[in-house]
């Protein structure tokens, strides 16, 4: 009970929700009875608790399980939603890897996107957080200046740096001329679609900065204090103390970063579809061309299935081996 | 011996007191110094990023209010002169705005409603009434999280065109129905810091569940509902890939798919294009000013970033 009160920030999500668990469970009266037998007031109890629990048995069942069980069957098919599917075997997996020359493209972009935005987005957003957590007056007030972006409707902010990434007439490049330096052709460029991306990204890093925030605030003082007496320097407290204290917080930030990045899409799409050469062709886009456009409803869900592995994978690696750097507070 | 100390201090201490007096105070004022300095660095930074976080809203807020010439001047002027509402009339009428502010609140308001009903009875058989298998089927449900949006987007596509859904609201808000991973686990985590003893009291009086629910249980919650509320309607209002996937008639699309239209057809249109984008986007901050409080609490709770 008491490690499930402590939840305050998400780091709790990923891992603390174990210990909350498992505290939970181990805080269950023993039945009485052995095993197989259960009393009756237990009984009623299971059949009260799986009545109130039955909306998201019903949504499980519906929009997880059998969606997830399909998508592994139509990725064996060729299905066009009109036709019925018809079984061809490993065929969409062999054209996704040796046919479909938009497939390495849309993997590259998607990497290339990733590799920048989510290093960049913790390490700006917990930099800023950092700054914010030195108890300046107004703390409020710039919370909410870097918070706001990242509440803008997708639609809305693709449009809005439109504008701004214009070439011609685009407030960035205009600035970079009163400043003496050469216009760059943000949108229009292949080579600099991705980066430009990016930088759109790095805008709202406002999320990520408030949890980090929060995470901050939680470290207990005495900590600092106790190194204080010990003479540590900022750098020291920062390394030895901040850092180990926020890992937890960093690992949830990067692992949701990670199956952010993968989908990546509405921006990419509104602003640039494909892009130019195809420099905007990411994974999400293509699965939603192959699906909508082409109605290849087999080999999208083939593409599906295979970033599900991949993310699946990813994060189970990152969780292995989280042990070794992420530092889990024991108790409360 | 004692003569001698007495001397020796009598002397010395005096000065040395003095000595690391002055030297205490050198040091005090040093550490003064780099204080402020720190401090001043500090907001120099902050205030110059705010100011770089802000130009898009204020170009965006200026580009709205600006005559067409003036848009494309060179180099760009700020202020609009004369302020400008045509490019709003014009965003207004070009697209059946209203018609698609009506579909969009309708899915939005649908899903407020609906969330907070299903994900705080889910909530509720998670945390306020034990029963054997609880904590492995929430375990269940946390895990849900993790599971990328595209899988589960194309046979629930498939499943809600046969049902003849396809370019109808339902596909948007009936699965609001079933709870939200995210926001069941929110609940519970704030249940389970609700004292069992009056849960306990109320069922010794012979309370039902779904009474403590009713009469206990929501009502101690209202802060973490309003958490759900909020980010539900945020995130309705902002959704673009169900709304694109799910309607193409006219008659049923949302703010945010008339506006990705529109962009397609306004092309260099500016001034329309902003205005339309701001009115896509004011709702949603004033809804943060007024909600302040509940939007940061949500986000530090459960990591939603909005």
Avoid at chain 1, 276 to 288: I, K, T, V
Avoid at chain 2, 138 to 144: C, L
Avoid at chain 2, 153 to 169: A, D, E, Q, Y
């Amino acid at each position: 009970m008491e490690s499930s009160l402590s939840f305050r920030t998400p780091n709790s999500i990923l891992i603390r929700t174990e210990t909350g668990v498992r505290m939970a469970s181990t805080a269950l009266p023993l039945s009485p009875y052995p095993s197989r037998r259960m009393s009756p007031r237990t009984l009623r109890n299971l059949l009260t608790g799986l009545a109130f629990i039955s909306p998201w048995i019903l949504g499980f069942l519906a929009f997880t399980i059998y969606p997830i069980s399909s998508a592994i069957y139509y990725s064996f098919t060729n299905y066009d939603i009109v036709t019925a599917p018809r079984f061809i075997g490993l065929e969409n997996f062999r054209v996704i890897f040796t046919e479909d020359a938009r497939f390495p493209t849309s993997v590259y972009n998607t990497f290339y996107y990733a590799t920048l935005a989510i290093p960049l987005s913790l390490l700006v957003s917990l930099l800023v957080a950092m700054l914010l957590n030195l108890k300046v007056r107004g703390m409020a007030f710039f919370r909410t200046v870097f918070y706001l972006p990242s509440i803008v409707p997708d639609i809305a902010s693709a449009l809005l740096w439109s504008w701004i990434l214009n070439t011609q007439f685009g407030l960035l490049n205009q600035t970079l001329k009163s400043l003496g330096l050469t216009p760059v052709s943000w949108l229009t460029n292949p080579a600099m679609t991705k980066p430009s991306l990016v930088l759109i990204s790095l805008w709202t890093f406002g999320g990520s900065m408030v949890i980090f925030l929060a995470a901050l605030q939680d470290i207990p003082q005495h900590l600092y204090e106790a190194a204080e007496i010990d003479g540590a320097s900022a750098l020291q407290k920062t390394l030895n103390i901040t850092i180990p204290m926020i890992t937890p917080t960093i690992f949830f930030n990067l692992v949701m970063g990670i199956i952010g990045a993968t989908q990546y899409f509405t921006t990419a799409f509104v602003m640039l579809g494909a892009g130019p050469l195809d420099s905007a062709r990411f994974y999400m886009f293509h699965l939603y061309v192959n699906a909508f456009r082409y109605f290849k409803m087999g080999y999208a869900s083939a593409l599906s299935l295979l970033l599900f592995i991949f993310v699946l994978t990813l994060t189970l690696i990152l969780w292995r081996t989280s042990g070794r750097w992420v530092y889990y507070e024991r108790g409360s | 011996m004692n003569a001698g100390v007495k001397k020796m201090t009598g002397e010395t201490l005096p000065m040395t007191l003095q000595a690391i007096n002055i030297q205490a105070k050198r040091a005090q004022r040093k550490r003064k110094t780099l204080r402020l300095l720190q401090r001043l660095l500090t907001y120099a930074v902050l205030i110059l990023l705010s100011l770089i976080f802000a130009t898009p809203f204020l170009w965006l807020l200026s580009t709205s209010l600006k005559p067409p010439e003036q848009i494309f001047k060179l180099p760009p002027e700020w202020i609009p002169d004369p302020f400008t509402w045509s490019n709003y009339t014009k965003a207004v009428t070009a697209i059946p705005f209203f018609l698609y502010l009506k579909n969009t609140m309708y899915i939005a308001i649908f899903n407020v409603i609906a969330s907070v009903i299903s994900c705080s009875l889910v909530a509720y058989g998670f945390s306020m009434i034990r029963w054997p298998g609880r904590d492995v089927i929430f375990m269940v449900v946390v895990a849900t999280l993790m599971i990328p949006y595209a899988v589960i987007l194309i046979p629930t596509f498939i499943i809600f065109s046969k049902l003849g859904w396809v370019n109808t609201p339902n596909p948007l808000t009936i699965p609001a129905l079933t709870g939200n991973a995210f926001f069941i686990f929110l609940l519970r985590q704030f249940y389970m810091s609700i004292p069992e003893d009056l849960s306990d009291a109320a069922r010794i009086d012979g309370a039902s569940e779904l009474q403590i629910y009713w009469h206990i249980i929501l009502r101690l919650s209202r802060p973490a509902l309003a958490v759900v509320a909020l980010f539900t309607f945020m995130w309705n209002w902002n959704d673009f890939l169900g709304p694109l996937v799910y309607l193409s008639k006219k008659e049923t699309l949302t703010l945010a798919i008339g506006l990705y239209g529109f962009q397609s057809r306004a092309g260099t249109q500016w001034g329309p294009l902003m205005a339309a984008a701001t009115i896509m986007v004011s709702p949603i901050v004033a809804l943060f000013f007024v909600t302040q409080k509940t939007f940061i609490q949500g986000i530090t709770l459960t990591g939603i970033k909005g």
